[in-house]
């Protein structure tokens, strides 16, 4: 069982940056993907960032262009950097991993998730 744990949020003021990391407990094998999910208040949860081996990235358009996901050799750390945040970029961030090829990269099912972090963004 995999095990993801999620570190780095906090409040920032709009324009600001933060930096979000994730630990999986093991290495994860070749071909997993893995990425961030959030869920804004009052939204369902939505994919923002997303690697699937060896190196398609996604980023949904909300946040292409601000968040940049990026991941250790070993895929034991994942991690994502948001820069000039918005408002509308607060909720709660979660890493995931293991994708079901069950969709769009976006709707995949995930099979792993973290606990989440918050983050929050004022005007």
């Known amino acids: 069982q995999l095990q993801l744990v999620e570190s780095g949020g906090g409040s920032v003021q709009a324009g600001g940056f933060l930096s979000l990391s994730c630990a999986a407990s093991?290495?994860?094998?070749?071909?997993?993907?893995m990425g961030w999910s959030r869920r804004a208040p009052g939204l369902e949860r939505e994919a923002v960032a997303t690697?699937?081996?060896?190196?398609?990235?996604y980023y949904s358009d909300s946040v292409k262009e601000r968040f940049t996901r990026s991941q250790d050799n070993a895929k034991t750390m994942v991690y994502l950097q948001m820069e000039n945040l918005k408002p509308e970029d607060t909720g709660m961030y979660y890493c995931?991993?293991?994708?079901?090829?069950?969709?769009?990269?976006?709707?995949?099912?995930?099979?792993?998730w973290g606990q989440g972090t918050q983050v929050t963004v004022s005007s």
């Open positions: 995931a991993a293991d994708c079901r090829a069950d969709g769009p990269w976006y709707q995949q099912t995930r099979r792993y």
């Open positions: 093991a290495r994860t094998y070749p071909n997993m993907c």
């Open positions: 690697i699937h081996p060896p190196s398609d990235t």
